[in-house]
T-cell receptor, first 111, second 111 residues
Framework: GENVEQHPSTLSVQEGDSAVIKCTYS??????FPWYKQELGKRPQLIID?????GEKKDQRIAVTLNKTAKHFSLHITETQPEDSAVYFC??????????FGTGTSLTVIP | NAGVTQTPKFRILKIGQSMTLQCAQD?????MYWYRQDPGMGLKLIYY???????DKGEVPNGYNVSRSTTEDFPLRLELAAPSQTSVYFC??????????FGPGTRLTVL
């Protein structure tokens, strides 16, 4: 099956700085890559996603890039704010119906 | 619309007991999923369903069973609970093979 690796596991940034989280995947058939944000004690919520026919997608301070050749995709958060502090998960969807998740990145934004 | 609901929110079981975690959705989604999330870890797929009457195993199905008799409901059954099943359980739905919407979770402790 698909294998998704996520780095770093923890990340601390000063408020206003940028944060980057990277994920790699193994199955070249994967064609959909969502990112989820999970606040403490809450459910994961989709923040942005990208499909394999697109190289980059942006939504205000959040962007995702995809490199299909290298099989990696990254989440970029600019101008970080304290409310961005949470655990972020990447996922990949190969052909079929099963999502495979990374192990998560705990982001702390220091005011 | 309630979206995705899960009951109970919390439960403590003794080793060897059984229980059913309930998941219901009013989004008319065909795809439904059960995940478990262990502390500090990502989401692992237990079972999923692509429609009423159809279920399939995910990465970690042992010790669990599911049924899908209606589009709306996707209960997860634990037989002979073990401490290794202590986790937070999330149900999720999707309209197709893309964006997933998660329920609020059930926190289960097996003592």
């Amino acid at each position: 099956g698909e294998n998704v690796e996520q780095h770093p596991s923890t990340l601390s940034v000063q408020e206003g700085d940028s944060a980057v989280i990277k994920c790699t995947y193994s199955d070249s058939a994967s064609n959909y890559f969502p990112w989820y944000k999970q606040e403490l004690g809450k459910r994961p919520q989709l923040i942005i996603d990208i499909r394999s026919n697109v190289g980059e997608k942006k939504d205000q301070r959040i962007a995702v890039t995809l490199n299909k050749t290298a099989k990696h995709f990254s989440l970029h958060i600019t101008e970080t704010q304290p409310e961005d502090s949470a655990v972020y998960f990447c996922a990949a969807l190969p052909s079929g119906n099963q999502f495979y998740f990374g192990t998560g990145t705990s982001l702390t934004v220091i005011p | 619309n309630a979206g995705v609901t899960q009951t109970p929110k919390f439960r403590i079981l003794k080793i060897g007991q059984s229980m059913t975690l309930q998941c219901a959705q009013d989004m008319n989604h065909n795809y439904m999923y059960w995940y478990r999330q262990d502390p500090g870890m990502g989401l692992k797929l237990i079972y999923y369903s692509v429609g009423a009457g159809i279920t399939d195993k995910g990465e970690v199905p042992n010790g669990y069973n599911v049924s899908r008799s209606t589009t709306e409901d996707f209960p997860l059954r634990l037989e002979l609970a073990a401490p290794s099943q202590t986790s937070v359980y999330f149900c999720a739905t999707a309209g197709g093979t893309d964006t997933q919407y998660f329920g609020p979770g059930t926190r289960l402790t097996v003592l």
